[in-house]
Structures are given as structure tokens and as C-alpha cells.
């Protein structure tokens, strides 16, 4: 009798395991696309687009992109407050911002302005649009300096045409490869804002 039971148990365990709804969502990167907000952080940011060179290193290259990035200045004081730079990393800035709750923690302590940058050919920042990744040519500028130029540009534009931001200060905030991006740009592009 023992021996049926051994011999049933495997088919037992399969009948049993095909009834079970999975509890783990499929393992991947779908959840970065998704824009939705993480409940304690608030929402309320305007969505922006600067026009930025495709290659800040070339002399001959004038092609331009349009770079998306989200400001949020309810907690801002002109004159005052500080501003507080996400180096976006490699995915949508709106998810980022969605479930970035630090900055937006530590904004209306600092009086701050947020500023959540798009990394180039990530989200809405594509240089060549859909054709982005379909030459490889067109990946040559996917790099860390043309993003770190990329940031010092769209900063230097903010504290042009935004008043009371000129001689503010400029906090870089990232994290994994938005956190190299923040301290690079921290080593050498400091000067440029």
C-alpha cells in the first residue's frame, strides 16, 4: 500500500500545482513602462522639452533632439531654494519621478525646485525618434558625457529663462547608474551651472 501512495504522490502534486494561481507577476522590465505613481509621492509636476544637441562634442553636427524633463516648484522659493536635479538613468522619467520619494520628501525642508532630467534614448528623449536603435551609428551617442552634457545644457537653460534661479544651487541626485551620472556630473560639469 505504501508503494501506490510513492508512486501516486508526483501526479497528486501536479494536479495540485495546476489549480494554484500564480502569485509572482512575470519577472522583466514592463514595470518600468507603467507610469504608475507610487501613492505617497505627489504628482504634481509640469512635463517640459528642451531642444538639445545630438552631439555636444562635434563641431559640424547641428541635429538636435528634444529632451524631456519635469519640474515641480510648489515648495520652491525663488531667490532662495534650491534645485534639486534628477540625472535620469535608463528608463521613463515619469516612473522615476513616480517613485522617487526622497527628493519630494526633502523639497519643502530645502524650499526646493525638482527637476527629473530624461536620459537620452530612454522614454520620450529619443535623439533619432523611432529610428533611434535601428543603426548603429545612431548609437554613438548614447553615452555618460553626452548625458552629463545633456544635464549642464538643460541647467544652464533653466537658470536662463527661469527667474530667481540664477546663483541657486543645483543638488545632483541619482541612483544606480543615475547615482555615477550624479557624481560625475558633480566632478565635471560643476563649473557649468
Known sequence: M??????????????????IRPRLKTLGSPHLSTNTPDPAVPSSYSVHYFQQKVDHFGFSDTRTFKQRYLVADKHWQRNGGSILFYTGNEGD??????????????????????VFAEHRYYGKSLP?????????????????????????????????????????????IGGSYGGMLAAWFRMKRCADT
Not at 93 to 114: P, Q, S
Open 93 to 114: 522619467i515619469v516612473w522615476f519621478c513616480n517613485n522617487t520619494g526622497f527628493m519630494w520628501d526633502v523639497a519643502e525642508e530645502l524650499k526646493a525646485m525638482l
Open 2 to 19: 505504501g508503494c501506490w501512495a510513492l508512486l501516486l504522490l508526483p501526479f497528486l502534486s501536479l494536479g495540485a500545482a495546476t489549480t
Open 128 to 172: 533619432f525618434g523611432r529610428d533611434s536603435f535601428k543603426d548603429s551609428q545612431h548609437l554613438n551617442f548614447l553615452t555618460s558625457e553626452q548625458a552629463l552634457a545633456d544635464f549642464a545644457e538643460l541647467i544652464r537653460h533653466l537658470k536662463e529663462t527661469i527667474p530667481g534661479t540664477e546663483g541657486q544651487p543645483v543638488i545632483a
